[in-house]
């Protein structure tokens, strides 16, 4: 396969990723019961205050909510309904995005179907893509590391080619002071680390982007801090590579968990 062709299954895939399965994983130690690091009651809500800034300062701020409402089935496959809300300069923009969770990690579904759809036949084998973003592995202990998600290119038999792959992993466990609802909150967390791995063409050199979260138990996500392109990967805002140098904080500042 030619490197024109490849770039051009790559930009195709950054055109159409727009939304949120098992490889690749170390197995760490079973974990403690009754833990809950990404609740998924209906009626959940989160606020957090977002901030961007590159080397010239603060780009935009503003805050991102997070609403858990209603459930859909994709594929056979039972989801939870999440809508984001950003709020950033005086300019709103929201997003859909669905996701499920089971004892081993939190996935988040990715419609590839345009993308697939407009790859001609001859190509449509070659390419290797997830349909499900694992953006939490459980349990988050010593060892825990994962694959976020991949896209893979066969170049040849033997060679294969994968301009986009990030990675999860735990580090360790670490307290938060959180200001929520207007008072300072102590939070024990645990604190992931996300390495995104970047090839726009085989012969280019690998970019590399990194983003930390923090979750805490019975609350969910707490905070978000990093490359802003591993971040809005992440959370639903799709992939966008034109201001790569941008990083990103989002704190969580209220949030309200549903009734079971």
């Not at 950054?14 to 974990?31: A, R």
């Not at 459980?138 to 893979?152: D, H, K, M, N």
């Not at 909150?185 to 050199?205: A, F, G, N, R, W």
Request: overall charge negative; aromatic content about 12%; proline content about 3%.
């Amino acid at each position: 396969m030619n490197k024109a062709v490849v770039r051009i299954i790559f930009v195709i895939f950054l055109i159409f990723i727009s939304s949120c399965t098992e490889e690749n994983i170390t197995n760490p130690p079973p974990q403690e019961e009754n833990n809950n690091y990404f609740p998924d009651n209906d009626g959940t809500f989160y606020k957090y205050e977002i901030t961007v800034s590159d080397t010239s300062g603060v780009i935009s701020s503003g805050f991102r909510t997070v609403h858990y409402m209603g459930h859909i089935t994709i594929d056979r496959t039972p989801y939870h309904i999440q809508y984001d809300t950003v709020n950033t300069n005086l300019q709103l923009s929201g997003t859909t995005s669905y996701f499920r969770t089971t004892s081993t990690g939190v996935f988040y579904y990715i419609d590839t179907t345009g993308f697939v759809s407009l790859l001609p036949d001859s190509l449509q084998s070659s390419v290797s893509i997830q349909s499900e973003m694992r953006t939490l592995f459980f349990p988050l202990e010593q060892g825990s590391a994962w694959t976020v998600y991949r896209i893979t290119i066969a170049l040849n038999e033997f060679v294969n080619f994968s301009p986009f792959d990030i990675s999860g992993r735990y580090l360790y466990d670490e307290e938060l002071v959180l200001n929520l609802a207007g008072a300072d909150t102590t939070v024990m967390t645990k604190k992931v680390e996300y390495t995104l791995k970047l090839i726009l063409q085989p012969e280019s050199d690998v970019q590399t982007f990194s983003a930390f979260g923090w979750v805490a138990n019975n609350i969910g996500i707490v905070r978000l801090e990093g490359h802003a392109v591993v971040i809005n990967f992440l959370t639903g805002g799709g992939l966008s590579v034109s201001d790569t140098s941008a990083i990103a904080t989002q704190k969580l500042v209220e949030y309200r968990i549903g009734q079971q």
